[in-house]
């Protein structure tokens, strides 16, 4: 079985600090991660993905996260944030069986941040 | 056009209405979902259908009916509804390969659902 866990609901930072949003999985299995950003009444758009190769993976608008399957891990960050990065952020991991694909989501992290 | 659209945004309806949401994709991916976000909480999937067949139904009340008539357009009907089916229901559309290959979800901006 899979699973994700955000481990903070809310994350309040200033314009220009660094952010991390925490997201640790569970898997026995291969494992592909990703994270989506909501921004107020919209749909999600994908920030990153790791599906495998280097740990390191760089998205758009200047996140990147980091796959660390010893602490089994999957943190984002993003050095320096503006007020349009506050939104709601989802950690996934994606399940493939015979019936077809899923993706499966963490609590969510809102990001707020402040002038 | 790497676009999911979803009609109507918002939608208000009574617990004996029938109403239905529409979605639409023309990247000619054969997997489309339905997915349900209650407030402050994340998506929960519903239904998948890969070529144009249900293909799973995560134990989703019968209230909701999927429809699938090709492989662009995907429908919710909705009918007799609660108020706790208040929501935001996002469709979102993938290519559809073998061998458990990941392919990208594409997701529409959305209908919110009103039940009064």
């Known amino acids: 079985a899979q699973s994700v866990t955000q481990l903070d609901s809310q994350v309040p930072v200033f314009e220009e600090a660094p952010v991390e949003l925490r997201c640790n999985y569970s898997?026995?299995?291969?494992?592909?991660l990703f994270w989506y950003v909501q921004y107020p009444n919209q749909g999600l758009q994908l920030l990153l993905k790791?599906?495998?190769?280097?740990?390191l993976v760089k998205g758009i608008n200047g996140f990147e996260a980091e796959f660390n399957k010893s602490q089994t891990s999957f943190h984002l960050r993003k050095p320096s944030v503006h007020i349009s990065d506050t939104a709601e952020y989802f950690c996934a991991d994606f399940r493939h069986n015979n019936a077809g694909n899923m993706l499966t989501f963490g609590g969510g992290t809102r990001l707020m941040v402040k002038p | 056009d790497t676009e999911v659209t979803q009609t109507p945004k918002h939608l208000v309806m009574g617990m004996t209405n029938k109403k239905s949401l529409k979605c639409e994709q023309h990247m000619g991916h054969r997997a489309m979902y339905w997915y349900k976000q209650k407030a402050k909480k994340p998506p929960e999937l519903m239904f998948v259908?890969?070529?144009?067949?249900?293909?799973i139904n995560e134990s989703v009340p019968s209230r909701f009916s999927p429809e699938c008539p090709n492989s662009s357009l995907l429908n919710l009907h909705l009918h007799a509804l609660q108020p706790e089916d208040s929501a935001l229901y996002l469709c979102?559309?993938?290519?559809?390969?073998?061998?458990?290959?990941?392919?990208?979800?594409?997701f529409g901006p959305g209908t919110r659902l009103t039940v009064l």
């Open positions: 259908y890969s070529y144009e067949k249900l293909s």
């Open positions: 979102a559309s993938s290519q559809l390969t073998s061998g458990g290959q990941y392919n990208e979800q594409f």
């Open positions: 790791y599906l495998s190769g280097s740990t």
């Open positions: 898997s026995s299995v291969s494992v592909y």
